[in-house]
C-alpha cells in the first residue's frame, strides 16, 4: 500500500506511475498481499479520475499522458484524443472539460492547442495569420496577468 501512496502524483496515479507499478507486479517478488492490493489497484476499470474535486475521463487523460510523457502532444495526437473524446458526433461535458484540463496541464505543440481549441470553441478560434479577429472576439476581456 505503501508503494501505491508514493507513486500518487497528488491524488491519482498518472498512466506512466500505472505503466511502472504495471512492471513491478511483473519483475518484482512480492508479498501474496501486497500482489492482490496492486492488482486490484490496477484493474480499477472506472471511466473517471477525479482531480481536485473535478470528474475526469480516465481513458482520455491517460492517453494524452501517455502522448506528454514522450514529447509535447502532437497535432495528430491531438486528432486522436479528439476522436476519442467524441461520443458518436457529440462531445460530453466530461470530455470537454478532460480536453481543456489537457490543454491547460500538459505539453502540447502549437498546432495541437489551435486545433483542440478550434473543436472547443470554434467562436474564439484564432483567425489565420493576418485575418481580422470578429467584432465578438475583439470586444472579449484580455485574460492578461490572470
Known sequence: MDLWEKAKDGN????VERQTLGWVLEHL???EKAKAFLEQQLSDGSYYTTIGHTKYSRGLLEKAEGFAAEQSISQQ????LWQLALD???LGDCERRTLRYI?????????AKKFLLSKLDPAVTPPAS????????????SHRGA
Open 12 to 15: 491519482r496515479i498518472t498512466a
Open 29 to 31: 517478488q512480492l508479498t
Open 77 to 80: 495526437q491531438a486528432l486522436e
Open 88 to 90: 458518436g458526433e457529440r
Open 103 to 111: 490543454l491547460q496541464n500538459l505539453n502540447a505543440t502549437t498546432g
Open 130 to 141: 493576418g485575418a481580422p479577429l470578429p467584432a465578438a472576439v475583439r470586444r472579449l476581456p
